[in-house]
């Protein structure tokens, strides 16, 4: 049967559900996105808007590391209007760091992440604000994205493609009858009415939300919440995403994003996604990490003090969630017996194009259609054709 004789809903309207309303518009079929709130305003929206690399996670997490860097070589081709390609360093401020530099070396040689150490003088005068204490400094290809240019970018692309994206209505329901969906059930929140929206399939990219939405129809997904806090602060102190040449930890990365620089990120498991508690020595460890190498930030108050929840896959049993891997994985809900409903989760925002292709090849799949991904050819629109 044609693509197009199918119509899909995809719950979310962050990086995920974006990049997935454009993989299955460009493959024919008839696509419909439903987001509770605008564009972005979920976990995307809320993140430290880092064009990762995959160097932080190359030595304890090497998949989610490859996942990282394919990505990232892919996105500067289709999306560079979204992204500045501004580069990274890890930079080690003590003797821990410094030994930790070999091994990082090697694993980044392993994944295919270009990573090359230069000299400290050198990166000093690149970037000035970096501490004294600084032993060495390894460049990486990280990068930043505008999040909601980023999932602009896949929507109007998609829009161009006969998709339509309905913002500010919540799925209420999964209908589903013989065991298979039917369409969904959603509270249109502006204007107060619930509507029934058929469909063939449904696509639940809902984030840290997903258990939720999947529970809607009876159905589990190993979704943890893990929240982490992000501050900002009203001057951009770095050109260059700097990271802290170990293990991933607290306070360990420091983002310019246009005038302001991000400080992060903490890492702890949340039950609830909409209801997080910013503890204040959260606040405070940002900036005793970070002014590790960057003294700086000491001399700014915050601009902004936000957290998000990352919805990483795996059990809620590791408390602060850093033990999680970074990779994805997607659940066909048939197993729970629930035809024609599938979840997305995990990943990173850098990693939303191959999480869209793995579902949607699922999709197609389930389907029988033969349409192949095209999304890693296919250049985007720009996001201000979203509004045209």
């Keep these: 049967m044609s693509a197009s004789a199918f119509h899909a809903v995809v719950i979310g309207a962050g990086s995920t559900g974006a990049a997935t309303a454009h993989d299955l518009a460009l493959r024919g079929l008839h696509v419909t996105v439903i987001e509770r709130g605008e564009v972005a305003s979920g976990t995307t929206g809320r993140n430290h808007c880092l064009l990762h690399s995959g160097a932080r996670y190359a030595v304890n997490d090497p998949v989610s590391a490859k996942e990282c860097i394919e990505e990232n070589l892919i996105l500067r081709q289709i999306m560079p209007e979204a992204l500045e390609l501004n580069g990274g360093f890890m930079v080690a401020v003590d003797e821990e760091d410094e030994v930790f530099k070999e091994t990082f ?130 001057r951009r102190l770095n050109r260059r995403v700097i990271h802290r040449l170990h293990l991933p930890g607290d306070g360990d990365i420091l983002v310019p994003q246009r005038l302001t620089s991000l400080l992060g990120t903490s890492s702890w498991t949340v039950a609830n996604p909409d209801a997080i508690d910013i503890p204040a020595d959260h606040v405070q460890r940002m900036y005793e990490q970070t002014a590790r190498m ?25 408390a602060d969630g850093r033990s999680l891997s970074r990779t994805f994985a997607a659940f066909d809900h048939a197993r729970d017996g629930v035809e024609g409903f599938v979840t997305i989760s995990g990943g990173k925002t850098v990693t939303a194009r191959a999480m869209a292709e793995k579902v949607s090849d699922l999709v197609c799949h389930k389907l029988g259609v033969t349409a192949p991904c095209r999304t890693r050819q296919v250049r985007l629109c720009s996001h201000r054709a979203y509004y045209d």
């Design 105 to 234: 070396l090697e694993a980044c040689a392993r994944v295919g992440i270009p990573a090359q150490e230069i000299p400290v003088r050198e990166a000093c005068a690149l970037e000035p604000h970096l501490s004294p204490d600084v032993r060495a400094v390894v460049c990486v290809p990280d990068g930043v994205f505008e999040p909601f240019r980023f999932c602009l970018s896949f929507l109007a692309t998609a829009k161009a493609n006969g998709a339509r994206v309905r913002t500010h209505c919540e799925v209420i329901g999964i209908d589903t009858a013989a065991g298979a969906v039917q369409g969904v059930v959603v509270r249109d929140r502006r204007k107060g009415c619930v509507e029934r929206i058929a469909a063939d399939v449904v696509i639940n990219a809902a984030g840290p939300w997903a258990g939720q939405v999947a529970q809607l129809a009876g159905c589990d997904v190993p979704v943890v919440p893990v929240a982490g806090v992000m501050v900002s602060v009203p």
């Design 294 to 318: 960057v003294p700086a930030v000491r001399h700014w108050q915050p601009r902004g003090v936000w957290a998000a929840a990352r919805p990483l896959i795996g059990s809620a049993k590791l």
